[in-house]
């Protein structure tokens, strides 16, 4: 079975620069591209972006384009989310999961246990 | 980039059926049948409970049902229980930008 584990909560002041990690299982990379998503304190969810391990082929939602990047590395199964200059408002708990590359209809089928990041003065 | 709508809040007794409707426009829910339904348990991460509509992944009750009428997809839970108290997402492919996946702002249902 599939499963993400990912990185552990962090800490950060505004300006720090951060990368969390998300590590699949077995074959979790073959065959599935790896999403983020944000969940702001109380919030909803947010389709941030996500990256195909096969080609690192990456999409991004306009409103995280330009402020996060997102990578794999398909030799250790393992995607990251990556700021460069972290802001108050980037606190949030992030997910990473998986969605089928083939027929997977843009769903997410397992899910990672989320990593929260706290970033304050 | 708007979310797709979901009322804020539903309610109802244990055993009842409720449904709850996430509405897009033409360009996500209406024109492809690639809308799903997360629950979320409170500290939890979210878990798959329908996809393309109307699929249920393997090991999710038959309790949970979707359906969609033009741009509005629905979530139906029937013979509510009291472990269904959770926050439910909605999501849609979309055509516009490079977003590519919307998500529902997130319906709370409260079992009475």
């Known amino acids: 079975e599939v499963q993400l584990v990912q990185s552990g909560a962090e800490v950060k002041k505004p300006g720090e620069s951060l990368r969390i990690s998300c590590k699949g299982s077995g074959n979790t990379f073959t065959g599935n591209w790896i999403n983020w998503v944000r969940q702001m304190p109380g919030k909803g969810l947010e389709w941030m972006g996500r990256v195909d391990p096969s080609d690192s082929y990456t999409n991004y939602s306009p409103s995280f384009q330009g402020h996060v990047n997102i990578s794999t590395d398909r030799s250790i199964t393992t995607a990251y989310l990556q700021w460069r200059s972290l802001k108050a408002s980037d606190t949030a708990i992030y997910y990473c999961?998986?969605?089928?590359?083939?027929?997977?209809?843009?769903?997410?089928?397992?899910w990672g246990q989320g990593t929260l990041v706290t970033v304050s003065s | 980039q708007s979310a797709l709508t979901q009322p804020a809040s539903v309610s109802g007794s244990p055993g009842q059926s409720i449904t709850i409707s996430c509405t897009g426009t033409s360009s996500d829910v209406g024109a492809y049948n690639y809308v799903s339904w997360y629950q979320q348990h409170p500290g939890k991460a979210p878990k798959l409970i329908i996809y393309e509509v109307t699929n249920r992944p393997s090991g999710v009750s038959n309790r949970f049902s979707g359906s969609k009428s033009g741009n509005t997809a629905s979530l139906t839970i029937s013979g509510l229980q009291a472990d269904d108290e959770a926050d439910y997402y909605c999501s849609s492919y979309t055509s516009i930008s490079s977003s590519v996946v919307l998500f529902g702002a997130g319906t709370k249902l409260t079992v009475l």
């Open positions: 999961s998986t969605t089928p590359a083939i027929g997977g209809a843009y769903r997410s089928d397992y």
